[in-house]
């Protein structure tokens, strides 16, 4: 009988803690930044389900699909941010915003470099018939990732405004096309226009 009143006790304790740990849907400025810390971790990582779970933009949700089909891709995301710092600089709840101030490598010029001589040897066609082409991608995109890593950090912080949705669960950060390549350093675009994401 002991025994099984002190299994039913952690097994609450466990679902009180698991339920309390991390951010959840409430619009609390406590769960703003825990999501923003959540979502800056996630993107260190390229962790793809969290990214799923807690971001919403156009350009990762397509390059998370290839993430999880090959792990060049994985690698490639976790090469682009893993400089990236994020730091919540203010928070408007009655407009579901929060302001973060972003630093991350600058990769605006190695990426568009990068873009431009692959576009230049291959068609749009040709580079999409290439996403499943491994050999490919370990070439291409491990030359991406040198220079990348050769990129110098940003001398100054950039502000972006994110808008916030409720979730049934979380909160979603949501990214515009501008916070999308602020955080990246530029390089989302850039690889937005490598493979034609619309």
């Known amino acids: ?3 099984t009143l ?11 803690f698991t339920a309390c740990s991390g951010p959840n849907a409430e619009m609390t400025e406590e769960n703003i930044t825990e999501t ?9 990582e390229f962790d793809t389900e969290a990214l799923d779970k807690y971001v919403d933009s156009a350009t990762l949700s397509v390059i998370i699909k290839y993430a999880d089909e090959h ?21 408007d709840i009655d407009n579901k915003t929060v302001t973060v101030t972003v630093k991350n ?23 999409l018939k290439k996403l499943n082409d491994d050999a490919f991608l ?17 001398d100054s912080g950039v502000d972006i405004v994110l808008n916030i949705e409720q979730d049934s669960k979380n909160l979603v950060l949501s990214f515009d096309e501008n916070a999308e390549d602020t955080v990246s350093g530029g390089a989302l675009s ?3 226009s490598i493979y034609g994401i619309a």
Not at 36 to 44: I, N
Not at 105 to 127: G, P, V
Not at 138 to 154: F, G, P
């Open 105 to 127: 490598k600058d990769l605006s010029e190695a990426t568009s470099e990068f873009a431009e001589k692959l576009q230049s040897n291959y068609s749009n066609f040709a580079l």
């Open 190 to 192: 850039a690889i937005k």
């Open 1 to 3: 009988m002991k025994k």
């Open 36 to 44: 923003v810390a959540t979502v800056e971790t996630a993107l260190k």
């Open 138 to 154: 370990d070439e291409k995109l491990t030359e991406l990732q040198d220079k990348i890593n050769a990129c110098q950090m940003m």
């Open 71 to 91: 792990e060049q891709f994985s690698q490639l995301g976790k090469a682009i941010f893993e400089n990236l710092e994020l730091e919540v600089k203010e928070i």
């Open 6 to 16: 002190s299994l039913v006790l952690a097994l609450i304790l466990c679902l009180s």
